[in-house]
């Protein structure tokens, strides 16, 4: 996983040749240049297809036979979901890959012409020149289980955008049609609420419904209907200011609403039954959950966004590729503010922040080590300094539970925290 750029660099010699292309929706550019950066060949344009990806190939081999090369490492940008066939594509053709990050083609761009320029020919070159330089990083496409995995955690933070819209329509709804239903019922979504919803949705039929009637619509699905509740809401949605025309059509859309979220709640309820079932095959990964405050959700976040953990030598490479690794502003007697780096993989960040959050809430050990940060006498940290150092501590945890494979030790945990702070 971890190459130095010297490392890069002497991966590229004469026998290689290095490919930059700039991807788009539609049409790929493509330029070839050898390790010293002389252009061997002119530019091609090849289309997002099966016949442009055989072009494409058929003009590599071109170049290498006819250069005397042996390899082809192809750079590129990862720009959005466009590059992912065309990856695919090239890894089947056994060329090696490497990203280059778009801030350094932005900021290396001017170095030929001294121009803003930005071209379809430009491009291929600056990214050419940053692979021949050793400035990218390998590309990993999670094969089997962990592309499995990965998909499956997309799809359910779809769903879960897709709730949460869906449930602020129906509060808007509420808000315009009966706004003192929040005053019975504190979630529009607990059991109670969605039947009234489904049966009694506006002020008029909660009236003319009675208590009585509510009550028993409740008994049908409900072990111990509240009576007093009921009576509540009737009195409010006799004194409602709720809007009363167009009432039908404003109905028939609360019920399409109801019908869309309880539809995508089973979708969200199924892919997380498939979630828990790809987690168990991950080697050890089933392990995480016996740390209290981490749930299969966020285990199965965080495995999908490390991926094979063997291609980790240290869990600091984990750290980086998060976002979490230290940046510092400094210059001179100026002493700026150390924050983190926030360049990585977004998904892996949040999902370690909310474990901790939860953490910190539930589990005695992670709650330990921040109430030592807090009160440290020596460069005491603050809340969030905190949360952030035991970010980098619970992936040092999973790190040694996914390659050892130990289950998580509470009371070690507990007697290394004793002993750190006795040393202190």
Partial sequence: ????????????????????????????????????????????????????????????????KENGKAEAIVGFEPTGHYWFTLGDHLLRKRHRLGIVNPFHVKCTRELDDNSQTKNDKKDPKTIAMLVKDGRFR?????????????????????????????????????????????????DWSGEAAWLTLRHYPTPAKVVAAGASDIVSTWRNEMKKPSLKRAEKLVNLALESIG????????????????TQYEMVMQQKQDIEKLMHELLIK???????????????????????????????KDPRQ???????????????????????????????????FRAIITMLATNQEFRMLHQRNLGREKNPLNKMESIIALCGKLIRVIFAILTKGNGYDANRMVNDINRSMKAA
């Avoid at 995480?288 to 980790?312: C, H, P, Q, W």
């Fill in 1 to 64: 996983m971890k190459r130095t750029q010297n490392e890069k660099i002497l991966q590229i010699n004469f026998e290689t040749l290095v490919v930059g292309i700039d991807i788009g929706k539609d049409t790929h550019y493509a330029r070839a240049f050898d390790c010293r950066g002389i252009e061997l060949s002119k530019l091609l344009r090849f289309s997002n297809t099966n016949q442009g990806y055989e072009a494409l190939e058929n003009w590599i081999q071109g170049i290498m």
């Fill in 138 to 186: 390998d590309v990993y496409i999670p094969e089997d289980v962990y592309q499995e995995l990965r998909e499956a955690v997309s799809e359910r933070e779809r769903l879960v955008e897709q709730l949460i819209g869906l449930s602020n329509q129906v509060i808007r709804w509420l808000d315009i049609r009966f706004p003192e239903f929040n005053e019975v019922f504190k």
């Fill in 243 to 258: 809007r009363t025309t167009g009432s039908k059509a404003a109905e028939a859309a609360l019920q399409n609403l109801l």
């Fill in 282 to 312: 991950v080697p050890n990964a089933s392990k995480l959950v016996d740390i209290k405050g981490i749930g299969m959700v966020t285990a199965a976040v965080i495995v999908s966004e490390i991926g094979d953990i063997s291609r980790f």
């Fill in 318 to 352: 984990i750290q980086k590729m998060a976002g979490l690794s230290l940046r510092e502003n400094s210059s001179g007697k100026h002493k700026g503010k150390t924050t983190i780096s926030k360049r990585g993989r977004k998904r892996l960040r949040e999902g370690l």
